[in-house]
């Protein structure tokens, strides 16, 4: 080892930081490729010898951090040899678990002398461990030698603690105490890879040291059943008796920390296992029953399997459903277990009323509850008294909920009665309908119901005004069942794709969003190909409330794939030839749009067109809507109730005080900014590492920057916070796209943009004059370079 008390460091740029010695070396941070792999020597003084070479500004090397190739060479052959020290670790352990060896002592039946003993033990240790006084004894030889001796007698591996590499010193024993020892039945042996805990002897921990023996070296498997088979690990549920098999042996060697074998506790609880193929895993012999793969793994592997243990084994053969008790098949799995409960079981609980006997206490309790209940089942609507609970059911069905109560019929189902009374016995027009959506009912129980669950309030018993001259009849009522018809029997019979949009493209029927609309109506036409008038984005659909957008920029009939001009044209189409069931008294809830990429114009000046449907949005709040729709908090007005929700729950809800300093604000956006910039709040956490920021934007630049995450471009690499940015980049810098041309001179431009700042030009407008010279200028860029001069030459500047 060198002497570094005699080096002398100089003022030289190259100095290695792990010998001092000097020269031109490598540095420390960067990355080098050796033997085709890539090393970073900071890095691996970190993890090898947990080293952190500090760096500072002044000295030789000034920021730089070296090191020799000598000292490489050292940190490469230490890191090998830690690689090395872990592999093999690992493998002893591997090793120790699998039970590939086991250390046995033989103790022969002739006597043995104590010094040969002491002599045998003193060869195998190491010297530096064995302490200087050991006081054998000569009592405890003279004894030992007297004793009956014991032939093979297995001695566990004690586990070792401490410090790791290093056995404990009082790990060895004295050799008459070994030779002492004695087999004793009621002390069991501790299985090796599995340290003694508290509950060592305990029935529980015994259970599941059984149950890890048997599931790690043979081929049965366990499992739960629910309808589907479930794993016994993770509870995941198959169908495919192949796959539910393979993702069990995916979970590899179970242990008895496993929470699955904790779930275990008694003898109550029945553990189903698959013995369609019982082989062992040890040396692939085949058996016939579960019991015989239990002697030979005790007999032949010398396993520490504890037949004294009771455990509730259900078996069943998964493979084709066959009862291993009589050979009968089954079709169903369901069958097979109802088949073994009552013909086959294991168990026999007893009903003290009636005396039949189930198989499980779960299946009495549920006898119990059905049949002999204290004070029979009394019936809630004719007080009659009956002796089951499937008596009653039956007496309800027939008498109570299936009958007609206008002519007595019996019916089936509730269905049937429902279509009963359709048919037979319909109400008058408007006795037995919803006030606010109009929907028809056959009670006026059901009435009730319905407008408790609108949530409505209701319609004050004032006198109706009068109605104008013109007008002889209300105006009806939507009706939003025949709105949804509407709706379905045109995206049924046509190729018109329903979206929705927020920021991106949204499935309407799951929510699953695009940037790209192209992909959307490929996932429309592959996932959702009908349309159902009982599911979830049907059932949002409530009148003039909520519209759906719909694309027809490839509209067509689907039954006689004519193409469609428009919406309109389909409609009529679709009710003259097909017979549709459109209903033309209803106004439409469809907004149609032609979403064509990059080109999308708008439905009612065609004239305009958008390269983003947002963009689109807003122009026709702006321009086309009413704005009818007015928030009570801000007077704000919006296109519909839609936007109006929106804006509620986005600007008016919750608190907008600043939790710092109590200032307000008007919406959590603001209140967000002040935060972020008055406060240095940084509330956007990086999903890779734990360093927060003020803003979305500048965890997004760090992404970038750190982490090499973002919107890449594929022509030069360059990366963007924003998938429009970089689609703008690609059109701009690669494409070289100018799709915006002039009216006037037919110079074509990248976006309106840059349009408009050209149409200066044709238009000669001056809006922007100094107001120290008076001079005016066609841009406000012109006029700030303009105010520079008199600021330059000693003017006054006066602000705009």
């Keep these: ?182 087999v004793d039945d009621k002390k069991k042996v501790v299985a090796k890879g599995d340290p003694p805990g508290p509950y060592e002897g305990c029935t529980s921990e015994r259970r599941r040291k059984n149950l890890k023996i048997l599931f790690n070296h043979t081929s049965i498997i366990p499992f739960k059943w629910r309808g589907k088979y479930l794993c016994f690990y993770c509870g995941k549920n198959y169908s495919d008796y192949t796959e539910f098999r393979k993702h069990t042996k995916s979970h590899g060697l179970c242990t008895t920390k496993d929470y699955s074998l904790k779930l275990i506790k008694g003898n109550n609880v029945e553990i189903k296992i698959d013995v369609s193929e019982i082989v062992c895993d040890i040396c692939n012999e085949t058996f016939n029953r579960f019991e015989e793969i239990i002697d030979h793994l005790i007999d032949t592997h010398s396993m520490e399997y504890n037949k004294s243990i009771e455990i509730p084994f259900q078996e069943y053969r998964l493979v084709d459903y066959r009862c291993i008790f009589c050979d009968e098949q089954f079709s169903y799995f369901g069958y097979l277990v109802k088949h073994v409960n009552i013909a086959h079981p294991q168990n026999s609980f007893i009903c003290d009323d009636c005396g039949l006997t189930f198989n499980k206490k779960r299946d009495l309790a549920i006898h119990i509850r059905n049949y002999h209940k204290q004070g029979g089942y009394p019936c809630d609507l004719c007080m009659q008294h009956f002796k089951t609970s499937h008596t009653l059911r039956r007496h309800q069905n027939s008498t109570h909920y299936r009958q007609c109560k206008t002519c007595g019929s019996r019916f089936a189902s509730l269905s049937l009665l429902q279509k009963h009374l359709q048919v037979e016995h319909p109400h008058k027009e408007g006795s037995m309908k919803c006030i606010y959506c109009s929907k028809e009912f056959h009670t006026s129980l059901g009435v009730r119901q319905h407008i408790n669950k609108c949530k409505v309030k209701m319609v004050s018993q004032e006198p109706k005004p009068s109605l104008p001259e013109d007008e002889t009849e209300p105006r009806k009522k939507q009706n939003i069942i025949t709105i949804r018809q509407n709706i379905q029997c045109v995206l049924n019979m046509s190729t018109a794709i329903p979206f929705k949009f927020m920021a991106k493209y949204s499935c309407f029927y799951c929510s699953k969003k695009f940037v790209e609309f192209d992909d959307l109506r490929q996932h429309t036409n592959l996932e959702h190909p009908v349309c159902d008038l009982k599911s979830k984005c049907m059932k949002r659909c409530k009148g003039e409330r909520i519209n759906v957008k719909i694309d027809v920029s490839a509209l067509a ?244």
């Excluded at 052959?77 to 090793?95: G, H």
């Excluded at 086991?102 to 302490?131: H, N, W």
């Excluded at 004793?147 to 008459?176: F, H, M, Q, Y």
């Excluded at 009710?575 to 459109?582: G, L, R, S, V, W």
Aim: hydrophobic content about 30%; charged content about 30%.
């Design 557 to 800: 009939c689907k039954l006689c794939c004519v193409p469609m001009t428009n919406l309109e044209i389909l409609i009529d189409h679709l009710i003259e030839e097909h017979k549709a069931n459109y209903d033309r008294t209803i106004p439409s809830s469809l907004e149609a749009f032609k979403i064509i990429k990059d080109n999308i114009p708008c439905p009612l000046c065609p004239d305009q067109v958008f390269r983003y449907f947002g963009i689109l949005l807003r122009h026709m709040n702006s321009e086309h809507s009413n704005n009818n729709r007015i928030c009570d908090f801000c007077g704000r007005s919006f296109r519909n109730v839609a936007n109006l929700n929106v804006h509620l729950s986005y600007a008016h809800t919750g608190s907008c005080e600043c939790d710092i300093c109590g200032l307000k604000y008007k919406n959590q956006w603001c209140l967000a900014r002040h935060r972020a910039t008055k406060h240095n709040a940084k509330d956007y956490k990086c999903p890779i590492c734990p360093e927060l920021f003020q803003s979305q934007y500048h965890k997004q630049k760090h992404l970038i920057k750190v982490h090499d995450i973002g919107h890449k471009c594929s022509y030069c690499g360059k990366m963007f916070t924003r998938n429009s940015f970089m689609k703008d980049h690609v059109r701009r810098t690669h494409l070289k796209e100018k799709n915006v041309p002039c009216s006037v001179c037919n110079e074509k431009f990248f976006d309106n943009y840059l349009l408009k700042l050209h149409m200066v030009r044709h238009k000669g407008e001056r809006k922007f004059s100094c107001s120290i010279c008076g001079k005016a200028f066609l841009r406000r860029t012109n006029l700030s370079t303009h105010m520079e001069m008199h600021k330059k030459y000693g003017h006054v500047q006066l602000q705009v």
């Design 1 to 182: 080892m060198m002497e570094f008390d005699e080096i002398v460091v100089k003022e030289t740029p190259g100095l290695c930081r792990c010998c001092l010695s000097e020269g031109c070396y490598k540095d420390l941070g960067s990355e080098y490729s050796w033997m085709n792999e890539t090393e970073v020597y900071a890095d691996m003084l970190l993890e090898c010898f947990d080293i952190s070479i500090t760096q500072h500004n002044e000295g030789p090397n000034g920021p730089n951090r070296l090191i020799c190739e000598v000292c490489i060479t050292r940190l490469r052959d230490a890191c090998n040899f830690k690689k090395q020290v872990l592999d093999s670790e690992k493998k002893f352990i591997d090793m120790m678990g699998r039970g590939e060896f086991r250390p046995k002592m033989l103790i022969y039946q002739t006597q043995m002398k104590a010094e040969d003993a002491v002599e045998a033990v003193a060869d195998d240790a190491e010297v530096e461990y064995l302490e200087d006084d050991i006081d054998f004894g000569e009592e405890d030889l003279i004894k030992d030698e007297t004793e009956p001796s014991v032939s093979d007698i297995t001695v566990s591996t004690l586990p070792v603690k401490g410090k790791r590499g290093r056995p404990r010193k009082n790990a060895l024993v004295k050799p008459e105490k070994r030779l002492k020892t004695k």
